[in-house]
C-alpha cells in the first residue's frame, strides 16, 4: 500500500489520558492528490479540529471536518461544487498481529473503528477517510434530471411500484378515478 495523501501520525507515547487539541490542513499538493484518488474536480481546502485522548487501549479522536470539493455530476459531468462541515468521533484500536488475515465482523457500534499497528496514529488519513464518506455519492448538477430523462432513465417515482402501476393503467386506459 502507498503512504497517504495526507499523513499526520501522531507517535502513541505522546497521547495521555487528558484530552489534546490538534488542528491539521492539508497544502495544495495534498489536496490534489486527494482529489484524485477520491475523483474530485478539485479539493479547495480540508481542515480538522479534533481532541485526542486514550481511553484505556484504545485512542479516540473527536472532532470535525471541514472541505470545499468540487465533484462531477453523475449524469451530465458538470462541476457540483461541496461544502463538508461533518463530525466525527473515531475509536483507534490495535490491530490484532496474530490474525491479520481474518475477517473481522464489526457491529454498528464499531462502526467507526480504525484499526492501526506500529507506535502511532495518522491522523491525517482518517480526516481523509471522513471526507471520503462525507462526500455525496451521486451528486447532481441542477440539469441533471433533463439529461437522465433524455437518456432515457427513469425517475424514482417512475420506476417504483406507484410508477409501474400507473404506467399500466394508461396502457389499459383504466378510468382516472381522482383517489
Not at 491539521?24 to 481532541?51: Q, Y
Not at 441542477?142 to 399500466?168: C, M, Q, W, Y
Request: proline content about 7%; aromatic content about 6%.
Amino acid at each position: 500500500m502507498s503512504d497517504p495523501e495526507f499523513s499526520r501520525p501522531v507517535a502513541l507515547d505522546t497521547i495521555g489520558p487528558s484530552a489534546r487539541d490538534l488542528a491539521i490542513e492539508a497544502d495544495a499538493g495534498e489536496r490534489a492528490a486527494l482529489a484524485k484518488r477520491f475523483d474530485l474536480i478539485a479539493l479547495g481546502r480540508l481542515v480538522a479540529s479534533l481532541r485526542l485522548w486514550r481511553d484505556g487501549d484504545d485512542v479516540r479522536a473527536e472532532g470535525r471536518i471541514e472541505a470545499e470539493a468540487t465533484q462531477r455530476c453523475v449524469a451530465t459531468g458538470e462541476p457540483v461544487p461541496a461544502a463538508i462541515d461533518a463530525p466525527f468521533d473515531l475509536v483507534f484500536r490495535r490491530a490484532d498481529p496474530g490474525r491479520p488475515d481474518e475477517e473481522i465482523e464489526l457491529g454498528e457500534s464499531e462502526m467507526d473503528v480504525v484499526f492501526f499497528d506500529g507506535g502511532a496514529i495518522d491522523i491525517g488519513e482518517a480526516a481523509a477517510e471522513t471526507l471520503a464518506l462525507s462526500l455525496d455519492p451521486y451528486p447532481r448538477a441542477p440539469g441533471a434530471d433533463d439529461a437522465l430523462r433524455t437518456a432515457g432513465v427513469k425517475s424514482e417515482e417512475e420506476a417504483g411500484p406507484f410508477g409501474v402501476l400507473a404506467g399500466l393503467k394508461d396502457r389499459l386506459g383504466g378510468p382516472d378515478r381522482g383517489t
